[in-house]
């Protein structure tokens, strides 16, 4: 785009000023970069574990082999007791071990191309900007000015929590962290008994240009639900928690003019990342619907003409139809063509035999019948 808009700096004091929106916030939002990216990167600060080798097999136990119509799983040894004579070691077994034991090299991290990853920051930067993904996450931002949502680093030189706190109710956040002390309730499940008994919605992430030991840092710590970045080292886990856009985001004036730097614009390259820009959107305006509807392009369309129905072809088979089968082979009509005359001459030819021998059997039927010679031997004169 041409011109980015201004961005309102909120002040106490009431002078306001204009800052220049930074371009990696037009960046075009890629939930399913950020989903992918956040679902690999939250498996990087994983601990190993795994359950002992010898796990279920702490009994002195073997098989009774066969024939005694039982199955050949060990079985406790000894008497005496109920625990003798029982099954041990297998997965099924009370006391046993566990199907597939875990063990500790297993692969519990994953590598992130670097190029994803910046393209999922940049992402979730530009969701920030976008106030209807930053209610839809559940943020309370109402009554603030705009967003995103800029401070001027003058009222910024607190020390104490009460200072931060008024700070964020004079900039109408405070409502946001209100709803983080409301949803803090005991955790389901085992969890409650290790060290992680309550949870809690998460409120505003506060980027800011100062170090950790700074003035600011130690003001907003010990606000529930509101967590603090420096602008060089923007993090995915906490710009979309849980992989989900629209972290709500309060930069300090400072942080909000470094972010040019941190990650370049369209012309220049960052100072931090070797050679990096933001993404840039294929369209610059994502209303596709809109453009083809628009005057500009329907006035050089040509007029829509007849719709024509196309006759549904039907598929034909080559080997019982002939007419697709010389399609495929045009040499199938010669060949037909060679049968159909060798068929022909071999029928003349059994015409002409059948006739031949029709006339020969004719001949000798038509021959006049000689009655043999008969002798005295044959007919005696006397009896």
């Known amino acids: 785009m041409t011109a980015r808009p201004l961005v309102t700096v909120q002040s106490l004091s009431g002078e306001n000023s204009t800052v220049t929106l930074p371009y990696v916030l037009v960046s075009p939002v890629r939930s399913d970069v950020v ?17 002992t080798p010898m796990q279920g097999h702490d009994y002195s136990a073997i098989s009774w082999g066969t024939g005694r119509a039982v199955s050949r799983i060990p079985r406790i040894q000894g008497s005496g007791t109920h ?38 920051v940049c992402s979730a930067l530009a969701a920030t900007a976008i106030a209807p993904l930053v209610m839809a996450r559940g943020h309370s931002v109402n ?43 005991i955790r389901r499940g085992t969890g409650k008994a290790r060290n992680r008994r309550y949870v809690q919605r998460l409120g505003p992430l506060i980027v800011h240009t100062q170090n950790s030991t700074d003035n600011i840092t130690l003001a907003f710590r010990n606000i529930p639900g509101v967590d603090l970045v420096n602008v060089t080292r923007l993090n995915l886990l906490q710009l979309a928690p849980g992989g989900h856009l629209g972290r709500f985001v309060i930069w300090t004036e400072s942080a909000f003019k470094a972010l040019d730097g941190v990650f370049g614009t369209r012309t220049t390259a960052s100072t931090q990342k070797t050679g990096f820009k933001p993404p840039r959107a294929i369209m610059t305006n994502a209303d596709l619907q809109r453009i083809i509807n628009s005057s500009e392009v329907q006035s050089v369309l040509r007029a829509k003409g007849p719709t024509k129905q196309r006759k549904k072809i039907q598929k034909k088979n080559p080997l019982t139809n002939f007419g697709a089968r010389v399609k495929l082979n045009p ?15 071999g029928k003349t030819a059994r015409k002409s035999t059948f006739k031949a021998s029709r006339e020969g059997f004719l001949a000798l039927l038509n021959e006049p019948a ?11 004169t006397k009896y």
């Not at 099954?87 to 994803?116: E, L, P, S, V």
């Not at 040499?331 to 001459?345: G, H, P, Y």
């Open 35 to 51: 989903h992918q990216v956040f679902k690999n990167m939250n498996k990087n600060h994983r601990q190993a574990y795994a359950a």
């Open 331 to 345: 040499f199938a009509l010669t060949v037909k063509r060679r049968a159909i005359l060798q068929q022909a001459k």
């Open 83 to 120: 625990r003798s004579g029982q099954g041990a070691f297998g997965n099924m077994c009370r006391g046993g071990r566990m199907f597939g034991i875990t063990k500790t090299y297993r692969k519990w991290h994953r590598k992130i191309a670097k190029g994803q990853r910046r393209y999922a």
């Open 370 to 380: 000689v009655a043999p010679l008969r002798g005295e031997a044959e007919y005696p």
């Open 143 to 185: 009554k603030i000015a705009e967003v995103p949502l800029v401070i001027a680093d003058a009222d910024l030189k607190i020390t104490k929590t009460k200072e931060a706190v008024a700070l964020l109710q004079a900039i109408n956040a405070f409502d946001d962290v209100q709803r983080v002390k409301d949803s803090r309730s």
